[in-house]
């Protein structure tokens, strides 16, 4: 018997930014958060949501209200690979990119709230069940706007506490304040603490060689979108030249470009994304994709929805620690020692404070 979906709706909610953002391009301004809720014939209801840092979210809302939800109706919603596919075919016109991605994302993460509902399972042991803990890196206390006193601060708070790293913001006007920052951190907190640098795809292919020089005695853990995100030849050239393994994945939108990235070597850790890759049955095709070239799964934002992910796939390593949903949940990730534990209740794990959600809805 077929498990039908019977209703399809979408919503836009902003969600504010729980502390200031800022990098080398951009600051984060507000979390467009566009949800999807699939019902269906047995009265189950699954949640899927996907978001944008400031811009875009009506475009997601309107190519899922438009397109995509009414192409749900009537569907057996057991059939997740295949509604992907046929969604995704549907959009050809405008795949592959960022709003169709989205689009496909907030469908296919209510598709496995849904199964994982169905199936009294936790996402983490459905999508594979490798762990159900995962440690976490910090990258609250590392924004670029902080001073290098801040930055010191919080990654001793980050070491004494017990957390395996931090993250720190570079592309300064001068290399040699990006350098002062890295050491003084360095100095601070030892050897044993992993330090990740991320630039945001704001240098160029000279620019790139030179910083990842100059970070280099600093044992970064790694160097993150250095370029920008679609140039796979100037990574290629960066990570044969550096020592510092090269981060890239949070804006790339489909498993093929991360093949690319893969095949040329131009990646040592991969970021991908769940809402901007497409979905949750996208971002596991990237993590075992991943693991056959013996890369690590690090992936960008979304802590909530990713520590799930992350415990379920073997080369899944950190979680990047962002709290961003504390204003419209009812529970928060159960923290120890600087370790996240994956939920263990059936869904995707995530406890929805409707009554919020409804106070930040704009459409």
């Known amino acids: 018997m077929s498990i039908v979906i019977t209703a399809a709706t979408a919503h836009l909610a902003d969600i ?11 600051s984060f301004v507000k979390q467009e958060t566009i949800f999807v809720d699939l019902t269906t014939s047995e009265g189950l209801t699954g949640t899927g949501y996907a978001y944008t840092i400031g811009t875009g979210g009506s475009s997601v809302l309107a190519m899922l209200r438009d397109h995509l939800l009414p192409r749900l109706i009537g569907q057996d919603a057991r059939r997740v690979e295949g509604l992907w596919q046929e969604l995704f ?48 890196y910090d990258t609250e206390g590392g924004w670029l706007h902080l001073s290098t006193e801040d930055l010191v601060k919080g990654a001793l ?36 603490l992993h330090i990740m640098t991320d630039a945001n795809q704001s240098q160029t292919a000279s620019s790139a060689l030179r910083l990842a020089a100059a970070l280099e005695p600093y044992a970064p853990f790694w160097l993150e979108e250095p370029l920008p995100a679609d140039d796979v030849s100037g990574h290629t050239r960066l990570a044969r030249a550096t020592s510092i393994p090269v981060a890239v994945g949070e804006s790339l939108y489909s ?34 994709l991943a693991e056959t070239f013996n890369v690590m799964v690090c992936p960008h934002f979304l802590m909530e929805l990713h520590i799930s992910l992350v415990a379920a796939v073997p080369n899944g390593r950190f979680v990047e620690y962002i709290p961003q ?32 959600l409804d106070d930040r809805t704009v459409a």
């Open 157 to 192: 708070d980050a070491r004494d506490k017990g957390w395996s790293g931090v993250k720190i913001k570079v592309g300064k006007e001068h290399v040699s304040e990006d350098v002062e920052r890295l050491r003084a951190v360095r100095e601070a907190v030892g050897p044993a």
């Open 16 to 26: 504010e930014v729980e502390t200031v953002r800022t990098d080398a391009v951009q």
């Open 325 to 356: 949903l504390r204003a419209v949940t009812r529970s928060e990730l159960a923290v120890d020692g600087g370790r996240a534990l994956a939920p263990d209740v059936p869904g995707i794990g995530i406890d929805w404070d409707r009554d919020a």
């Open 255 to 288: 498993p093929l470009q991360f093949r690319q990235y893969l095949e040329s070597g131009a990646a040592s850790v991969v970021q991908v994304d769940v809402a901007r890759v497409g979905g949750i049955t996208p971002w596991l095709k990237v993590a075992h």
């Open 89 to 136: 075919s549907l959009t050809r016109a405008t795949a592959v990119g960022a709003i169709t991605s989205l689009a496909l994302a907030a469908v296919d993460t209510a598709l496995w709230d849904l199964r994982c509902k169905r199936a009294g399972e936790p996402l983490w042991r459905l999508a594979g069940g490798f762990r159900q803990d995962v440690p976490l």
